[in-house]
C-alpha cells in the first residue's frame, strides 16, 4: 500500500508499506524490496511490482512469506510535479503574456510549451503581479507531468515584471519665430505641440510638461530650430 510520489522522471517506487498478517504478539517483523513502476509518467491506477521481497526484524527467521518474493499491484499513482513561472515584458496595453513566460523545474531535460498565458494586470505600477492563466503543453516531456504553479503572486513561483514601454515626444510646431533680441528663448507666448511616437494600442494621448525651449543660435538667418528640455510625462489617455 502506499505506493505514490511525485513525478522524478523514473520508473523508482519512492516508497512502499507492506501489511503483514498472522503475526504472533509482539513479534518484530517487517518486509523490504526493490520496487518500481511500469512506467514514469504521472497517472492514477498505475502497474507497479515490488520483486525480492524479504523478511525483516529480529522475528524474520520465524516466518515465511505465502504470497512468494514478488507482488504486482494496479493502484500506484504519481501526481504532477510542480514548475514555477515569471514574465518579463514591455509594457503594450494588454495582459498577454504570449512570449514572454519562463517556466523552470522541468526534471532530466525535459522542456514543456505554454499557451493562453496572461497576467492580472496590464500596467508597470501595480506591484505583486502575476501570472493568471496559463496552460501547459507537451515539449520534449509531456505537459501532464507536470503543474502550473497557483495563479496567485509569488516571489519564488509566479511573478510578472512590466516595463515601461518607450514614448517619444516629437515637436510639431511649425513657424517658430521672433524678432531678432539677441538671445536665444523660445519667442514669448511659445507654446510646443508633439506628435508621440510609441503609443501603444489602447492609449490615444499623451500630456508633458517643460522646461525650456531655446533656438540653437540667437542670430537672425541662422537659426534653424528650437530645443524644449526638462520634458516630463504627466498623464496617458
Known amino acids: ?22 503475526l504472533e504478539t509482539n513479534d518484530v517483523v517487517g518486509a523490504r524490496s526493490l520496487r518500481s513502476y511500469s ?3 504521472a497517472g492514477t491506477g498505475l502497474g507497479y511490482t515490488l ?26 499513482v504519481i501526481t504532477p510535479a510542480p514548475v514555477t513561472a515569471s514574465a518579463s515584458k514591455a509594457y503594450d496595453g494588454t495582459t498577454s503574456l504570449a512570449g514572454s513566460v519562463t ?8 522542456t514543456l510549451n505554454y499557451t493562453g498565458a496572461t497576467s492580472n494586470d496590464s500596467h508597470v505600477a501595480l506591484v505583486n503581479k502575476h501570472i493568471s492563466a496559463l496552460t ?15 495563479f496567485n503572486y509569488s516571489a519564488a513561483n509566479n511573478n510578472v515584471s512590466i516595463t515601461a514601454s ?23 507666448g511659445f507654446a510646443p505641440t508633439w506628435v508621440y511616437g510609441g503609443l501603444v494600442s489602447g492609449d490615444t ?15 537672425s538667418g541662422t537659426a534653424s530650430k528650437v530645443t524644449v528640455s526638462g520634458i516630463l510625462l504627466t498623464a496617458i489617455t
Open 103 to 110: 517556466l523552470a523545474g522541468m526534471l532530466r531535460g525535459d
Open 51 to 76: 520483486r525480492n521481497i524479504l523478511l525483516t526484524g529480529a522475528d524474520a527467521s520465524n516466518y515465511f512469506l505465502t504470497s512468494g518474493s514478488t507482488y504486482n499491484g494496479t493502484n500506484g
Open 39 to 41: 512506467n514514469k509518467n
Open 205 to 219: 494621448a499623451a500630456s508633458v510638461t517643460y522646461g525650456g525651449a531655446v533656438y540653437d543660435n540667437p542670430n
Open 166 to 188: 518607450t514614448l517619444t515626444p516629437v515637436l510639431s510646431n511649425t513657424g517658430v519665430t521672433k524678432t531678432y533680441d539677441g538671445t536665444i528663448n523660445a519667442p514669448n
Open 136 to 150: 501547459l503543453t507537451n515539449g520534449t516531456g509531456l505537459a501532464s507531468n507536470y503543474a502550473p504553479p497557483a
Open 1 to 22: 500500500t502506499g505506493v505514490s510520489k511525485v513525478y522524478d522522471a523514473t520508473v523508482g517506487v519512492a516508497s512502499a508499506s507492506f501489511v503483514l498478517s498472522t
